[in-house]
Nanobody, 119 residues
């Protein structure tokens, strides 16, 4: 289960931090990331942090957003700075986990949290 928090309404240029905590039977986390979906648009990758890999950001958020994780808490964060109206969307966390050693990866999605940036 993934529980998100931290969305809300902010003015242009403001900041928000999203959090997403995974719970349940987790042996290892393979990747943690954030996606977003604006009205009338497809869901798109915002940032992804593979375990032991290179963090990947969408070009539109590079230099403004930062993804980080706390493995001890099974939590991923998205720090969003210098927000723009075009960042308005529902943000979803996405986590891939295994429940035991050598087990298959299961892909989970959070419930989504609304981020609205006013101009």
């Amino acid at each position: 289960q993934l529980v998100e928090s931290g969305g809300g309404l902010v003015q242009t240029g403001g900041s928000l931090r999203l959090s997403c905590t995974a719970s349940g039977s987790i042996f290892s986390i393979h990747y943690m990331g954030w996606y977003r979906q604006a009205p009338g648009k497809q869901r798109e990758l915002v940032a992804q942090m593979p375990s032991g890999g290179i963090t990947n950001y969408a070009d539109s958020v590079k230099g403004r957003f930062s993804i980080s994780g706390d493995n001890a808490k099974n939590t991923v964060y998205l720090q969003m700075n210098t927000l723009k109206p075009e960042d308005t969307a529902v943000y979803y966390c996405n986590v891939g986990v295994s429940g035991y050693y050598g087990g298959p990866n299961f892909n989970y999605w959070g419930q989504g949290t609304q981020v609205t940036v006013s101009s």
